[in-house]
Structure formats: structure tokens, C-alpha cells
């Protein structure tokens, strides 16, 4: 047992995997990971306990938790993640984008879910600690890159519902990933979902929460079945104002050349508040687009892509960075953006936004964090 990082007033002790993959056996792995499927050889986990605070920070092999039964987390969903990626930047420093805005996410999510907050320093020690055992796990590929899991769920023993669990565990781990979509760049095909609701006003959507994604697979199943690659979410009032693609947030392009002008859905507490989006707002002017957050109904989205008027769409987030939609499709048709291709706006700001995350832009933002 070797002492780590001490951040917060704890010290993560660091218990070293003897059961390491040996270079060849992680060259393998990394060869195709796919995404999600493949994890690295530790993991981190802090405890919580009502009236002790955060506690047993440690770094330990990745294997399998054990959970009484009647663990609250099993029975009232009381569970809330995060995502983000580590790379492997040119000069060999490894990198992280804008993992603050991540924490603070993470503890927005806690505090809706009645969960305690995580100190951001924890919360970034967590990531260091991790990656300074498993840095070596960065694929080298293009659009490829460490994803990390953070995630928090309630510990209580017992079924009782009348208040929220007095204990919780934190855990982060780490799975080298490709594309997000097996077509990498390609454009998406999305299905307008009529029958079911993300979210509701008052409700969990801006979290990040478990709960949230385990509601979407019934309407994600659905969207397969029609042929496509995702869901979109329409508002739970009206079923008909756009909110969001899956778990990403969405934009659409007006117009071309200096004259595009883009539009995202504005955060109404139902929508997932973005770390991509946000950073989007902020780049896109940046390289002369007009930008505003404001609301779409799935009709003005097919009369302007039919008149030309909507010449791109594209989806946003960790995972799928940004990915474009190419062709909609509802119970009373489909249409298709512009030549159903992935277009110049939006291979430009992809353009942009990679080339920071991997570090062969500078980054006048303050947003990459570099980790060793």
C-alpha cells in the first residue's frame, strides 16, 4: 500500500493491481476497443457517510463491488455519472478538457438527487490518481481517446423510501474508446419520438442521472426498429418543441458561408446542460457564426430543411463529440438535411474543438487541464 495524491484533507492510498495486462496483452486490447468495452487495470473509490463526510479515498484493481441486496441505490435509482476523456497530447502530456466544468456538474446532479457534493479538488485528485496507474492505456488512434466514468450511488442497507440513503460511494473508472458511433463521422439517422418523454418540467432532466437513460431505452429500441440511430426528445407538454438527441444536445445551422447562423434549444431544466454545447456557444463565434439559444418544433424543422433554409444539423456531446444528422424520420415521414451529408459548419467546428482537446491548437480558454 503506497500513499498518493492528498487532496481535500485525504491522502488516496494507492494499491497497485498484481494482476496487471502485460504491455502485449493491453496492445491487443487497445488495437479496436470499440467504445465502453474495454477498461484498464484500477479504479478509484471514496466513501461517504453522513456526519463523517468523505472517506477511504483509495486506488485499487479494477473488479467487481460488492452490494448487500437491499442496497438503496438497487431499489431508488439514487445514482448519478459523469463522462470525460484523457488524451495523449503531441509533447506526451496527458490532457483533460475542462474537467472543472464536469465536477460541477456532478455535484448540480448530486444536489438535485439529494446526494452530497463531491469537493471539486476530490473529484480532480480522483482523475490524477487514476491516471497516473493507467495512463498507459490512451490509445494512440485517431478519434480515440481514455473515456472516464465517474459515478456516485447510494450505500444504505434497507428498504425504507421516506428519506434519502445517509452513505454513498464514489467510483471512477477508465475504458479506452473509439468513435462513439461505429460510423465515426458519418451522418445519423434520428427518429422524432411521439410516444415517450424524456423528461418533464420539474423534473430530473438537466441531471445526470441513471434514472434518466434507463426511461430512453424503450423510445431507443423504437428509433432501431424504424431504422435509425437515435432518438429525439420533444418536450413532455406540447410533443412538439425539439430538446435533445439521445444523450447529446443538438444544434441546427441556417443558411451558409458567412451568413450561417446557429440555433440550439435553450436549457429549460429539462434538457442535460452540455460541457460540449457549452463550449460550442463559445467557439462558434468565435469563428464568425451567429449563435442562439432559443426552441424548434418538429415542424419548423421540416419546412425549413425542405426550403433549404436549414442546411445542417448536428449532435454534440463527450462520447460522440460531434456527430451529423443527415435524415429524420417520424410516423408521418422523413426528410433530409441539405445533401444528407456532414456540412461545412459543422466539420468546422469539429474540426475546432478536436484539435483542442488533443492539443494541436492552442487553448486560449484555460479549458485543457493536464494531468503527471
Known sequence: MNNGTTTSGLTFDVQLSAQRRTPQER???????????????????????????????RLEPYGPLTLDPATAALHYAQEIFEGLKAYRHPG???ACFRPEA??????????????????????????????AADAQ?????????????P?????????????????????????????YFSGGITPVTVWLSEDYTRAAPGGTGEAKFAGNYAASFLAQAQAVDQGCDQVVWLDAVEHRWVEEMGGM????????????????????????????RDSLLTLAPELGFAIEEGRLSTDEWRRAAEAGELTEVFACGTAAVITPVGRVKSRTGEFTMGDGGPGPVTMGLREELVALQYGTRPDTHGWVRTFG
Do not use: C
Open 137 to 149: 492505456w490512451i490509445p494512440t488512434q485517431p478519434n480515440s481517446s481514455l473515456y472516464l466514468r
Open 249 to 276: 444536445n443538438l444544434f441546427f445551422v441556417f443558411g451558409s458561408g458567412d451568413d450561417a447562423r446557429l440555433l440550439t434549444p435553450a436549457l429549460t431544466g429539462t434538457l442535460l446542460p452540455g460541457i460540449t
Open 27 to 57: 496492445a491487443q486490447l487497445l488495437d479496436n476497443p470499440g467504445f465502453g468495452n474495454v477498461f484498464t487495470d484500477h479504479m478509484v473509490t471514496i466513501a461517504y457517510e453522513e456526519g463523517k463526510g468523505w472517506y477511504d479515498a
Open 151 to 179: 459515478f456516485m450511488f447510494a450505500t444504505d442497507v434497507g428498504l425504507g423510501v421516506n428519506n434519502p440513503s445517509r452513505s454513498y460511494r464514489f467510483v471512477l473508472i477508465a475504458s479506452p474508446s473509439g468513435p
Open 92 to 94: 506526451g502530456e496527458v
Open 102 to 131: 464536469n465536477a460541477a456538474r456532478f455535484n448540480r446532479s448530486a444536489r438535485r438527487m439529494a446526494m452530497p457534493e463531491l469537493p471539486e479538488e476530490l473529484f480532480l485528485g480522483a482523475i490524477e490518481t487514476l491516471l
